[in-house]
């Protein structure tokens, strides 16, 4: 029977030898995927190496004006092309009838925006009077020189 001795030295050298076979069958196999890599061209993405970068779908907003003469149209988007600029302000005779709808103003119903006082009156719209802005505590630095030193008296 072997010695605990002996029994650990055969481990220690069977790890070094099995280190060894691990690093030769790694090399071999790393060439051999280098090999197939630069065969068949392969990139790092399709070797699942780098995840592929999301294609966002190119959104392709319907034309609204039409140009009567030409029939060219544009969808309201960019650069205004010559013959609306020629037309002037009032486009709407250039509207395509299915553009006209999704233009619609808002109905009646929809909530509006309270507007902002004017500063002639200091009142908002119907008569009340605007609130005054509450003043801003000073931060940091400013905070400590702006408040009074508390001494407790004991």
């Keep these: 029977m072997a010695t605990y001795k002996e029994l650990k030295d055969q481990i220690s050298k069977l790890q070094k030898s099995a280190e060894e076979a691990k690093a030769r069958e790694i090399k071999k196999a790393l060439d051999t995927a280098r090999e197939l890599i630069e ?43 010559a013959w609306i600029v020629a037309a002037g302000a009032d486009t709407t005779k250039l509207l395509i009838p299915a553009a006209e709808k999704a233009v619609a103003p808002a109905p009646q119903g929809a909530p509006k925006k309270a507007a902002a006082p004017t500063k002639a009156n200091g009142k908002a719209p119907g008569g009340k009077a605007a609130e005054k802005p509450k003043p801003k505590k000073p931060k940091g630095k400013a905070a400590k020189k702006a408040l009074p030193a508390v001494t407790a008296k004991r």
């Design 39 to 81: 065969t068949y061209e392969m990139t790092a993405e399709q070797l699942g190496l780098i995840a592929a970068k999301p294609v966002k779908p190119k959104v392709i907003t319907p034309p609204k004006y039409r140009d009567p003469a030409t029939g060219k149209t544009w969808n309201g988007i960019g650069k205004r092309p």
